[in-house]
């Protein structure tokens, strides 16, 4: 069974401390990890979309990593505009989104 | 590009009544639009796909009766909740694709919608 874990649930950081978020995965047939931010009330916005081990992808103070079994979101020194739900989705053989149930960050100025 | 629209962004409505919300691809042709569910604090759950001109594809446990989907054009999908109960209030989630991306699994989703049923 398709299945994402992300960690923490929940991270409070400090404007500037770097730190990163975790997404575990089992998916049978990989067709793509993605990174979403979601603000309260808001839809999910895109963020990134992996496709092979190895791969990164960077925009602005985010990168995105990813491996056979995870990923990882990394945040570089951090502002309190970077307060989100961070949701991580991957993309089987189903074609479906399977979503993990994301990390709320709060970064304190 | 790639902007998905949902209208209404909220909307309260009395027990019994029906509720319908729409989802618009704004800038490209959605062969495939995606409903979700969201509770507080909880991740999306999908509900249905729809594919253009066909039938919506319910997830196991979703009533097709309850929930209509309809997706007569390449840009517009809609859900409409009928006899909406107190149970039925929740945060729903379009999200829009097309297959002739590159990556077949890659959505783009809608800003959602707050239905409060009273």
């Known amino acids: 069974e398709d299945q994402v874990t992300q960690s923490p649930e929940a991270l409070r950081l400090q404007e500037g401390e770097s730190s990163s978020l975790n997404c575990s995965y089992t998916v049978s047939g990989l067709r793509g990890l993605f990174w979403y931010r979601q603000d309260p009330g808001k839809g999910p916005e895109f963020l990134f979309t992996?496709?092979?081990a190895g791969e990164e992808k960077e925009k602005e103070r985010l990168k995105a990593t990813l491996t056979k079994k995870e990923s990882f979101l990394h945040i570089t020194a951090p502002k309190p505009e970077d307060s989100a739900t961070y949701l991580c989705a991957v993309g089987g053989a189903t074609n479906k989104l399977i979503f993990g149930t994301g990390t709320l960050l709060a970064v304190q100025p | 590009g790639a902007v998905v629209s949902q209208h209404p962004s909220r909307v309260i409505c009395k027990s019994g009544t029906s509720v319908k919300i729409e989802c618009r691809s704004l800038?490209?042709?959605?062969?495939?639009m995606f409903w979700y569910r969201q509770f507080p604090k909880k991740s999306l759950m999908l509900m249905a796909t729809?594919?253009?001109?066909?039938?919506?594809?319910?997830e196991q446990g979703v009533e097709k009766d309850k929930f209509l989907i309809n997706h007569a054009s390449l840009t517009l999908s809609t859900l409409t909740v009928t006899s909406a109960h107190p149970e039925d209030s929740s945060f729903y989630i379009c999200?829009?694709?097309?297959?002739?991306?590159?990556?077949?699994?890659?959505?783009?989703f809608g800003p959602g919608t707050r239905l409060t049923v009273l």
């Open positions: 992996l496709y092979s």
């Open positions: 999200s829009a694709r097309d297959w002739r991306w590159t990556n077949y699994n890659e959505q783009f």
């Open positions: 800038d490209f042709q959605a062969t495939t």
């Open positions: 729809s594919n253009e001109g066909s039938k919506a594809t319910y």
